[in-house]
Nanobody, 121 residues
Framework: QVQLVESGGGLVQAGGSLRLSCAAS????????MGWYRQAPGKQRELVAT???????NFADSVKGRFTISRDNAKNTVYLQMNSLEPEDTAVYYC???????????????WGQGTQVTVSS
């Protein structure tokens, strides 16, 4: 099985920073894309940022210039550095990994349990 465990959420004032981490573990052969999504109350889950195994990144327009994404392939871990946080960034943040488990050839998507980020004004 595969587990994605997130950490680093919390409460922060507007203008502050937080760093989220997500570590994937289990019977993993290779991880392709990793990323972060978020879901605010009453809204659909939306993409925040993704990063390929080679380090290419993609960001939602709303976070460009404020958030950065990085990964450590040796540790199967992805990070999201969030700066200049705004109340509109308040949401549950979910980690995602598209990977192939050992002994298989299927590329599948896995999700973490989510971590709450609350930005006060």
């Amino acid at each position: 099985q595969v587990q994605l465990v997130e950490s680093g959420g919390g409460l922060v004032q507007a203008g502050g920073s937080l760093r989220l981490s997500c570590a994937a573990s289990g019977s993993i052969f290779v991880i392709n894309d990793m990323g972060w999504y978020r879901q605010a109350p009453g809204k659909q889950r939306e993409l925040v940022a993704t990063i390929t195994r080679g380090g290419s990144t993609n960001f939602a327009d709303s976070v460009k210039g404020r958030f950065t994404i990085s990964r450590d392939n040796a540790k199967n871990t992805v990070y999201l550095q969030m700066n200049s946080l705004e109340p509109e960034d308040t949401a549950v943040y979910y980690c995602n990994a598209r990977l192939v488990m050992r002994g298989t050839i299927d590329l599948r998507s896995y999700w973490g349990q989510g971590t709450q980020v609350t930005v006060s004004s």
